[in-house]
């Protein structure tokens, strides 16, 4: 059986499993503002992150609005995110849970993260390769963002070392002599071949 007009990717789970950890690194990645995983889930989490935020950017909008079909539209987006993501409780440093603001991933997805987002047309997250690779399976590491997140660039600018540029520099001047001492070898050849031939004449007569 072909996998034709089937969208997403399976990443090695069933249907229940792959929802499920989808669901919960959508919710961490709302509750930190990142989180660090492979680089297909986090492709796999950035649809489904940034179709919740433009869910909750609809819902302010329609709150913004006042009459009762923007209550509706705030109360209808909320539930579908409800839905989608299943909504849980904030936790701090020491696993307790959060008592002041945002209590929870929705109210926190409402509240804070979709206004900051309220003048951006979409691309709400980042994904950033990182130089590690997880020590089971050697598989490579991503840091997937939110843009609300800061992350100035680090360090200085890689400068070339040119070791490409020398290898093939060390290749040619290889070739090059390996070219002249055949073409010597083969000069050499070919005098001791009319060398020979002069003598057997010389001989003959």
Do not use: C, W
Not at 6 to 22: F, I, N, P, V, Y
Not at 71 to 80: D, H, P
């Amino acid at each position: 059986m072909s996998r034709h007009m089937m969208r997403g990717r399976q990443l090695s789970r069933d249907t229940e499993h792959r929802k499920a950890m989808r669901r919960n690194l959508v919710q961490s990645l709302f509750e930190h503002g990142k989180v660090r995983t492979t680089l297909p889930k986090a492709k796999e989490v950035k649809a489904m992150a940034e179709r919740l935020i433009t869910l909750a950017k609809d819902g302010i909008a329609g709150k913004d609005r006042g009459d009762e079909d923007g209550k509706r539209l705030a109360l209808n987006t909320r539930r579908r995110v409800i839905s989608i993501l299943q909504d849980r409780r904030l936790v701090d440093e020491n696993q307790e849970f959060i008592t002041e603001g945002a209590r929870t991933v929705v109210q926190r997805l409402f509240d804070e993260i979709a206004p900051q987002f309220a003048d951006r047309p979409g691309g709400y997250t980042r994904i950033i390769k990182l130089s590690d690779y997880r020590i089971g399976d050697g598989g490579s590491l991503v840091l997937l963002q939110l843009l609300t997140e800061k992350s100035a660039p680090r360090g200085t600018a890689r400068r070339s070392a040119g070791l490409r540029r020398k290898r093939n520099e060390r290749r040619h001047q290889f070739a090059s002599k390996a070219l002249k001492e055949r073409r010597g070898a083969a000069k050499q050849t070919a005098g001791a071949s009319a060398g020979a031939g002069d003598g057997e004449a010389a001989q003959a007569e």
